[in-house]
């Protein structure tokens, strides 16, 4: 089944540009294009795409139009910005985005990080992963005070709540914890749903907030 991607930037060109690696793209079907935040919100409350591409900087708001369809479950959203540390970002994240990419990022990447997310792994840029957790963890109100839940989440829940918070993926996950991939994919929901987070990006810089071993608690 192809993975389902709505597009969503101003800037025509650079819309054409990500249309035209993703269509080349095997498993990706492009199902449509916004040039603005209200645009997105419309077009994936109609279309239903797995992914939504959002530029975050855009009229109508990208950052708000991610918060709307995340919290709505419409899909998951990857956005894309052109500075490697942008207040956009952090606010995006907050949001509940499953990740940011620069927009310089290479085809091959691009589009696998498409594919990771429509699976429901998060992806951050590489190049910037620590700098923006530990940025946002330092100067960014945190995601959730004081957080319920914590106490709720199962000994194998806090195992993968942990590796979350070293960004890895599913499949990193699975491998370090000897468990299904699927299984991986449960305990996170679980975790989101206890925590009362929109993405496992939230759960990473809650880890993060709260220091190494932070999602332990006293058994």
């Known amino acids: 089944m192809s993975v389902r991607v709505l597009v969503a930037d101003d800037h025509a060109a650079v819309r054409s ?9 095997d498993g990706i079907e492009v199902v449509g294009e916004a040039a603005d935040g209200n645009g997105a919100v419309r077009m994936a409350r109609e279309l239903r795409p797995d992914v939504v591409l959002m530029d975050i900087r855009m009229p109508g708001g990208g950052i708000e139009a991610t918060r709307v369809l995340v919290s709505e479950g419409v899909c998951q959203v990857l956005v894309l910005t052109t500075f490697d540390l942008d207040e956009y970002v952090y606010a995006a994240l907050r949001a509940g985005a499953a990740g940011f990419l620069i927009k310089s990022v290479e085809a091959l990447r ?23 957790i530990s940025r946002f963890a330092g100067s960014a109100a945190p995601v959730q005070p004081r957080p319920e839940g914590l ?27 000897y468990i299904g991939e699927t299984t991986v994919k ?34």
């Open 186 to 219: 449960s305990h996170v929901s679980h975790i989101l749903a206890k925590l009362g987070l929109r993405s496992r990006v939230q759960a990473a810089i809650l880890v993060q907030e709260r220091g190494p071993g932070g999602g332990q608690s006293a058994r």
């Open 151 to 177: 106490e709720q989440l199962t000994d194998r829940e806090r195992d993968v709540f942990e590796c979350l918070g070293e960004g890895l993926s599913n499949q990193q996950i699975a491998r370090r914890l």
């Open 17 to 25: 540009g990500l249309v035209l690696v993703l269509g080349r793209a």
């Open 110 to 132: 691009l589009v696998e990080a498409v594919r990771l997310v429509a699976r429901g792994d998060g992806v951050l840029a590489p190049q910037i992963t620590r700098r923006v």
